[in-house]
């Protein structure tokens, strides 16, 4: 039986994997976790044991901090697709939440009013969850609170979503506050405290798991985030099997520093990756992220529809074909399966994929399943159509269904600013910004609208805001250099083109940059630049066989820069090469005639300079589109 050993204390075999994922379903399915049990329930299906030894998902300190940097070579090994789960793993008999295996029913036992009476009462409390009578649940498992660790957690837990069902009726679009209304977080204020004096009079045993889990997630939403962590830390001690506090302690993170502190203190448990994998990604460090869920994926969970979704949206803006290759595998485990449906939109989106947003879009309607997720999912799917108001109605129902995803307010300024409504956009960002400080979606949202707006040193502050929350995303580099050329600050936006370039080697910021130098008159510079990149797209045209340079999203630029490139090689009398990059711009539509008319001149000037060099007349910079041109007009070809 492959062991899963490593530098924990202890080794978990592939059955004690599923042996754990059994009680963690029947655990989280008696607290009324649902996340957690259709996580569970997720990862036992889909589980597949290894033959060979795979390392423990436990990493001591020392480990973490001398992980790599860079993912290993599979890192872009997607999953097969053309699997379907369900059809190779069977989904072994669990027993009913409250049957024998819970603690409260014994399998044998002598008939007892006490117990039976104690079984009545976990019935009907249960009964009333499911129904969503949630304040009679807290009222029959009240007399109980002191002696049975379930009923307790069930009487505080039945408050928490009565508290969040009010909230959610009495939301509409006037009174959205994302700041959270007052009321609601006094209530909040009130039943940690209450939860708070109660894990103080107990000894906690680890039927509290949950408890304390339900009072982290209280002060993280009370933004006590050192509290909340120290809350989940103890927790994930009492019950490692409690789904939810490991994603929930991720979602604390702020640092890599933090996140070695913290996983130095859980305990050793097969999804200490995942949580690894979640907590590196939550705080950008994309490669580490990858490696912890490659990790996991080796321990059995490469079918896992949970892990691939997480593995997309990691990958989601820097390589997004690769990302939908992940959120496809996961979609194909069960087509009614409609868990990340906003991610998968949202990639969609960029992908600008028609066919498969409207695909998705009637998997929603058919499912008659309408929440949060799918709102923002229908949302995407309206944008992308061009129905911007649709687009923003369903983005407003999501805040309605969950008023704490305050990121849908940057998806509602990004519809108003299609609308034309530059106002009602910049409070929605403001919205965002306000519950989110560091929503930098919102930020850039705010330095686009000051563009539009021609406020461009607003809009220079905006952007760096945005770069300060997400100095990875080479979008905001751009805007900043974007905006610094406006502003004539050539220097600067040079340096910030440059560092874009050096992030994700993007051929458009070379673009950009010769084009500012040809503005400038350093025709020189724009030269280099456009070689570079010329060089550059031809390079990954031979890694990508069968693709026309005519039909790049870029043809227009590429097309441009060989006609400049043929004129300043004319300029300098090296014929050869300018004939050579006039040829090169006659496959794009917009510059034939152009480069035929290039070629006639070449052909005509260099027979005149052969016949009589010495009385062979230049053609002025000006006439070739070099009005500023200051450079000697003759070079030797050994500069080049």
Known sequence: MAQIAGGGTASWSADAVKSDLQQACILCAKYHLNSSSQWASTALLSFKELKDAISDSRTTKNGLQEQNHRASTSRWRSPAINSTPLSVFKMPFLPPPYASSTPLVAAAREPDAQTDM?????????????????????????EKIETIPVLRFLYYYAKYLHLLRIRSLHQSDAEASVSGDAHFVRQQEKLSQEIAGHIRRLRPTPGDGALFFLYGKLLRNLKKIDQAIN??????????????????????????????????????????????????????????????????????????????????KLVMTTDPPNSLRFMDSARQFCSARLNDVDSYSHLLFILDDHVKMRILADDIVESGRYNAECSIALGNFYGLLGDHDKAVDNFSRALRYNPDLHHVWTLIGHEQVELKQTELAMKSYTNAIEADPKEYRAWYGLGQTMEILRAHASALYYFKRAFENCPSDTRMLLALGDTYQTLNKTSDAEMCYWRAYQVDADTVVLVRLARMFEKLGRYGRSAELYMKYTADVQAEAADSLGTSLADREDAEDLGHAYLYLSKYYLLHRLFANAFEESQAAEIFRDCKEEAHAMQKQISRMQAEFHDNPEEYVHVEPARLGFPLWKESVVIDNDTM
């Open 231 to 312: 809350t989940f830390v103890e927790a994930i001690s009492l019950e490692p099997k409690i789904i939810e506090s490991w994603l929930e302690l991720a979602d604390c993170m702020e640092n890599r520093a933090e996140i070695v502190r913290v996983a130095s203190q859980l305990p050793n448990h097969w999804i200490h990756q995942y949580f690894l994998g979640k907590a590196y990604g939550h705080v950008g460090l994309i490669d580490r992220a990858f490696s912890c869920y490659e990790r996991f994926q080796r321990l059995g969970f490469a079918g896992n529809p949970d892990l691939n979704n997480a593995m997309g």
């Open 118 to 142: 104690l079984d009545g009462l976990l019935y009907s409390v249960s009964g009333a969850m499911i129904l969503q009578n949630y304040k009679e649940a807290w009222i029959l498992a009240e």
